[in-house]
Structure formats: structure tokens, C-alpha cells
């Protein structure tokens, strides 16, 4: 063949697939520019519902890491309606509590631990990691949720914030970038049966939650006066757990949603001892951590209990020598 016969043939080939590839992603962009607009209309409609109660949260936040101003504590909503409501609850270190980007992203290692134990009433009694496995909630039946164990539960309060977050990731700039880095069809098609889900489940589940809550508590961790403990052997320990199973101070702040009024704002040592009762004893280094934890968050409670209880009446004095007691005042 004569040379110009193979540099024609470069040529027309060279064109085609630069024609093949504009085409191609002409196509995958209108399919990214069609789900951003669902997800537009998605905020549009479920964000004013959701974001600013979100907003309000982590203004709290902030507020309770700022420097220490002392404890504070109002007795304006009795303990046992408040252990019994149902609730918001949030829990990390107090170092990720100083701007929004980093509690959203503490809040996705947010549990549900002692702490809640010790100071709720949770009526749903059932064992919250037993279930049905799930990545999302649109993997559960009706009315159940995947909770922060990857469990299909009913929703159960108090009601962990990491979830709503989840719920809210949709919504994300980060889920926004992620998507117009998609590079095929096939991975833009993943993100809009993303967004399916999480409408058709987290976010009505997280908004119907939100509004009926009636209190917001949260734990911050201070980090421990030697630092974090080591992390355990052949274990996949965070660095959370490994702060949680020696004692540190933590600040422990509540809110009454509907009035704004802060009911609680304590700091104190969490730490406690967890005593066996038996003949048998654990020693695997595992479980003997995760007990030293469920005390000392259980041990904070408690200290959230006294504080929260309603002060006790001063004893009368005794007469003095010689007198008749006074009578007591009728009921």
C-alpha cells in the first residue's frame, strides 16, 4: 500500500474515535446532569425539612467544646420524661467538635453505648445488633431502619445522629463531586439507585425521627491526660474504643428541642469499675476492654443522673433545748 493510503486511513480512524468518544460523553453527561436534578429537587423540597434542624445541632456542638464557662443544670423537665422521650444523640471527641466538616465526619463512628444504656429507657429491649444484615436501609422491610450495627431494627431512640447524617450524605458537595467523577454509565446508574434508596428510606425515616424528638444529648471525649491507649493485638480497635476504655473527662450537654433550653451542661471524669460476679472471669484483653468502656461510659451517666435530679430538701434543724419542735407544714 502506498503511504498516503495509511496516513488517510490514521486520519479517518483518529477522527472516529474522537467523534465516538465526544458522543460518548455527551451521553454520560446528560445522564450525570439528569440526576443532579433530581438531586436538586431533592433538596429543594426534603433539605429546608431537615438541614437547618442539622444546623442547629452542630451549633451546639461548637458551643459545648468552647472553653470551659462551668456546669449548669435546670430542672425544668423531670429525669424520668426525659430518660423515657424520645431523643437525639450524638457522641465524639471533643477535638472534631470545633467545625461542621469534622463532626459530620466524626459522626459516622458515633455509637449507641453505655452512656445510652445507663441513662434511657429504650422500649425496644431487643438486641439492636441481631437482625437481618444491610448496607442501607432500602435493603430492610417496611418501617425498619439499618441501624449503626448494619441491622434491620426498628428505629430506636435515642435516635443516632450518624444516621440522619447518612441520610444527608445524598445532599453532600463530597456525593456531588464523586458523582461528576464518575467515569461510565454504569457507575452514574449506581449513584442514582443511591439516591433512590436513601429518599424512598433514610431521609423519611431521619425527618419523621428529628420531629419527634424532644431532646438532644451529646458526649464529647476529651483525650486522656497520657494520651491514647495502645491499641490492642490482633484487633481492629478505633481510636474512639481505645479512648473510651480509659478514664478521661468528657462534657456531657442536653437540649430541650422545642425550647432551645440547654437542661444540662457537665463535665466530669468518666470512670468506672467493672466488677465480675462469679467463679468465671474474662480474660480475653477484648472483652475485658469493652467492659472497661461500658463502665466508664455507664459511671458518666449516672453522674448525668445526679446532676439531673431534683435537688432534695433541706432537713429540718433540731429545736433547741427546752422548746417544742414546730409542727409540720400541712401537705
Not at 457522641?91 to 445507663?118: H, V
Not at 458523582?179 to 446508574?189: E, I, K, N, Y
Not at 473527662?249 to 471524669?269: D, F, K, S
Not at 476492654?289 to 448525668?304: F, P
Request: hydrophobic share 40%; with cysteine.
Amino acid at each position: 500500500m502506498a503511504p498516503q493510503f495509511w496516513l488517510w486511513t490514521a486520519v479517518l480512524l483518529g477522527a472516529f474515535f474522537v467523534v465516538y468518544w465526544r458522543v460518548v460523553q455527551g451521553a454520560l453527561e446528560s445522564e450525570k446532569n439528569q440526576v443532579m436534578a433530581k438531586q436538586r429537587a431533592i433538596a429543594q423540597s426534603l433539605g429546608p425539612r431537615i438541614v437547618p434542624f442539622r444546623d442547629k445541632l452542630e451549633g451546639w456542638v461548637q458551643e459545648l467544646a468552647k472553653p470551659w464557662p462551668g456546669a449548669s443544670v435546670s430542672h425544668t423537665v423531670a429525669l424520668a420524661d426525659l430518660s423515657k422521650s424520645p431523643g437525639v444523640y450524638l457522641r465524639i471527641r471533643m477535638k472534631n467538635a470545633t467545625k461542621s466538616e469534622n463532626i459530620r465526619k466524626a459522626a459516622a463512628r458515633s455509637l449507641r453505648d453505655g452512656f445510652t444504656s445507663c441513662l434511657f429507657v429504650d422500649k425496644a429491649s431487643t438486641n439492636l445488633a441481631e437482625g437481618a444484615a444491610c448496607k442501607t436501609s432500602g435493603d430492610c422491610q417496611s418501617g425498619q431502619l439499618c441501624n449503626e450495627w448494619n441491622v434491620c431494627k426498628p428505629p430506636s431512640s435515642p435516635y443516632n445522629l450518624r444516621l440522619a447524617y447518612r441520610a444527608l450524605r445524598v445532599l453532600s458537595t463530597e456525593w456531588t463531586d464523586e458523582l461528576h467523577q464518575a467515569g461510565s454509565d454504569l457507575a452514574v446508574a449506581g449513584y442514582d439507585r443511591d439516591l433512590d434508596k436513601v429518599v424512598k428510606t433514610d431521609i423519611p425515616v431521619a425527618i419523621d425521627l428529628l420531629q419527634r424528638a424532644k431532646f438532644f444529648t451529646v458526649v464529647l471525649d476529651e483525650e486522656p491526660k497520657g494520651g491514647l491507649p495502645k491499641e490492642l493485638p490482633d484487633s481492629s480497635e478505633t481510636e474512639e474504643e481505645r479512648l473510651g476504655r480509659v478514664p478521661h473527662m468528657a462534657r456531657v450537654g442536653i437540649w430541650n428541642l422545642a425550647t432551645g433550653e440547654q437542661l444540662l451542661r457537665l463535665r466530669t471524669e468518666a470512670a468506672g469499675r467493672f466488677l465480675p460476679v462469679g467463679k468465671t472471669a474474662v480474660s480475653d484483653p477484648a472483652s475485658q476492654a469493652a467492659q472497661a468502656r461500658q463502665a466508664n461510659s455507664c459511671a458518666l451517666a449516672l453522674e448525668a443522673k445526679h446532676a439531673l435530679a431534683p435537688p432534695t430538701p433541706p432537713s429540718p434543724e433540731p429545736a433547741p433545748s427546752g422548746q417544742a419542735a414546730p409542727s409540720p407544714a400541712a401537705p
